[in-house]
């Protein structure tokens, strides 16, 4: 397995390739490590290891491989909490229907049929990758449901988890990403990695918002003042919260507090 380090900061992205055979491997290699930060195993197991401990934001992987085949690599990713929510695109010498439908059945996201022309490869990745972009920057922590932002129920219920815990504890100025690692059963690396694969946010990104909405909403209904909301969203500094509210709102706390009269 490796990972290309070169201009590694540039990238937004990584792919992980799972690809048996030598030759293939090599090629995709060469296509991707140009643009994305790349992580590449010869196997299915190797490549479920690896998609658990990176968390890379796509997958490519072969059908066919030896122990730990495509579709069963597949089944693995959709079915592990911390790699559920990851876009795979299957590489296989199959064409029949029934082929590609199993391969979806197993979660597979695209399929690409061998031999295959890598320009429409590239673009597919490209495509794929471009919405993964616009989900996170559409991304709302005020949404109902969080199911169009996701792949699945499984993902789903994992940032409900997460809300429900910020929106029960966010008055809490002890709250920790660490406690909410905890709470969803990951480490805090584990989290960040996938709440910034789904959101493009970390944990503390989350919680920082949702104490800054409900300030804002304190701001126009409470006669409180910037101090007192400061520390009833869980801030412990009311200068730093009045100056992460302008950031986050454009608008000073005290400034919008004056014209809400």
């Not at 690409?112 to 890598?118: A, E, G, L, R, S």
């Not at 815990?165 to 920790?176: K, N, V």
Request: proline content about 2%; hydrophobic content about 40%; charged content about 30%.
């Amino acid at each position: 397995m490796s990972e290309t380090e070169l201009g590694k900061e540039e990238k937004e992205f990584s792919i992980l390739v799972v690809e048996d055979h030598v030759e293939m491997l090599d090629l995709l290699a060469s296509v991707f490590s140009s643009n994305y930060i790349l992580f590449t195993a010869s196997d299915g197991t190797q490549g479920y290891e690896l998609a658990k401990s990176e968390i890379p934001d796509l997958i490519l992987t072969d059908v066919s491989m030896p122990g730990m085949d495509g579709m069963e690599f597949c089944s693995a990713i959709r079915s592990t909490l911390e790699t559920s929510h990851i876009p795979v695109i299957m590489i296989t010498a199959k064409a029949m229907d029934e082929d590609q439908l199993r391969g979806y059945e197993k979660g597979a996201t695209d399929y690409i049929v061998k031999p295959f022309n890598v320009s429409i490869l590239q673009l597919k990745v490209r495509n794929m990758l471009d919405g993964l972009k616009r989900i996170r920057e559409k991304f709302s922590f005020k949404e109902l449901s969080f199911e169009k932002f996701t792949f699945n129920e499984l993902d789903a219920d994992w940032l409900k988890r997460i809300k429900k815990m910020i929106s029960e504890q966010y008055t809490d100025s002890t709250l920790s990403v660490e406690e909410i690692a905890q709470e969803v059963g990951m480490s805090k690396s584990t989290l960040y990695r996938k709440l910034k694969s789904l959101t493009g946010k970390s944990a503390l990104d989350l919680l920082q918002e949702y104490r800054l909405a409900q300030a804002y909403e304190l701001i126009l209904k409470s006669d409180w003042n910037v101090s007192e909301i400061a520390y009833a969203v869980g801030y412990t500094d009311p200068g730093y919260f009045s100056q992460r509210f302008k950031e986050f709102y454009g608008v000073s706390p005290s400034t919008l507090d004056k014209r809400k009269g």
